[in-house]
């Protein structure tokens, strides 16, 4: 088993790193945005804010190949845009318009992209766990060496089909890698509160399972952490878990009134662990950017998030017959 946070932070030129604070703002101005049309009435149902944990999945997508897969919960919007999923679909799809990537018929939770290799967003807890072992077999099968990113929850890691999987994916050495993104509070029970294990990944020594603990608020060490899981499954050695810690700054859904902590406690991680605001840092200081041009980046995301709530507002509902559609496939794909 790996020791915690052992894992050495990449050398990143300051083009990348413009990348990722570009990635991560995208995401925040992106999860603001749905805040405000659901609160206007614009997003039905459930919506999950991605707001705090944007360094997850931006330096695990930084870590990734053409090929690779991704799948994951409910709390996904940060998860498609990071893949390169169009920020006009994602956002028509919440409100749901016929343009959004399921037609408008799957919103927040179930919206998918082969394109992209996304493959949801899945409401049931843990449910996407053994999807994301299935997706690892089916490349296993066909032979290459791709990878698939099954995130799940610090709740979810209490799952019992998250063992049953970690037992088969160990067993046939699948390209899988386990991503807990531990954001400490589940849907409102602290993981002090709902497990005894001192952490998540050490759980899959029973299957020999390695992994290790890496600091989620910092998009370099999720990267640097990503490189090495993937560089073990592309070697045929079987699955890796990484527990991400991360911090969400909003409540579990937009209904959560996130009582179960204080509001100095969430203010005092954006004051001091904010991940974006750690990225502007190395790159002020690093003098890889200016003010100016961090305020530009901000206002060419604020353009194309306000040109995605536009596009979703216009786009017509989809028609009754959709209805009928996307129900059945027509033929059985040859193909991951």
Not at 117 to 127: E, K, L, P, Q, T
Not at 309 to 330: H, N, Q, R
Request: hydrophobic share 35%; glycine share 12%.
């Amino acid at each position: 088993m790996a020791a915690r946070r052992t894992t050495k932070k990449p050398n990143i030129s300051a083009e990348e790193l413009l990348g990722y604070y570009r990635d991560m703002l995208l995401i925040r101005r992106f999860e603001e945005k749905a805040g405000q049309l659901y609160g206007m009435g614009l997003i039905g149902g459930f919506c999950h804010l991605y707001i705090g944990q944007e360094a997850v999945v931006v330096g695990l997508e930084a870590a990734a190949k053409e090929g690779d897969k991704r799948v994951t919960s409910y709390r996904d919007h940060g998860h498609m845009l990071a893949c390169g999923m169009d920020p006009n679909g994602v956002m028509a799809e919440l409100t749901g318009r016929e343009g959004g990537y399921s037609k408008g018929k799957g919103g927040s939770m179930h919206m998918f992209s082969k394109e992209k290799h996304f493959y949801g967003g899945h409401g049931i807890v843990g449910a996407q766990v053994p999807i994301g072992a299935g997706l690892a077999f089916a490349d296993k099968y066909l032979g290459n060496d791709n990878v698939t990113f099954a995130y799940f929850g610090d709740g979810a890691a209490n799952q019992g089909q998250v063992y049953e999987t970690y037992n088969m994916a160990m067993l046939w050495d699948l390209p899988v890698v386990f991503v807990i993104e531990n954001n400490k509070y589940a849907m409102g029970t602290s993981v002090q509160r709902a497990t005894k294990s001192p952490s998540l990944w050490e759980r899959g020594a029973a299957y020999g399972i390695p992994g290790e603990e890496v600091d989620g608020m910092d998009v370099l060490a999720v990267k640097a952490a990503g490189e090495k899981a993937v560089a073990h499954c592309r070697a045929g050695k079987g699955p890796y878990i990484l527990e991400v810690m991360t911090y969400r700054y909003r409540g579990h859904s937009m209904s959560d009134p996130a009582k179960y902590r204080t509001r100095d406690e969430v203010q005092k991680m954006r004051d001091e662990r904010d991940a974006i605001e750690h990225v502007r840092d190395l790159l002020l200081q690093g003098k890889h950017a200016t003010e100016d041009d961090l305020k530009a980046i901000d206002k060419d995301i604020k353009a194309v998030v306000n040109d995605a709530a536009e596009f979703s507002k216009e786009s017509p509902e989809p028609a009754l017959e959709e209805l009928w559609t996307d129900i059945y496939a027509d033929t059985v794909p040859q193909t991951a």
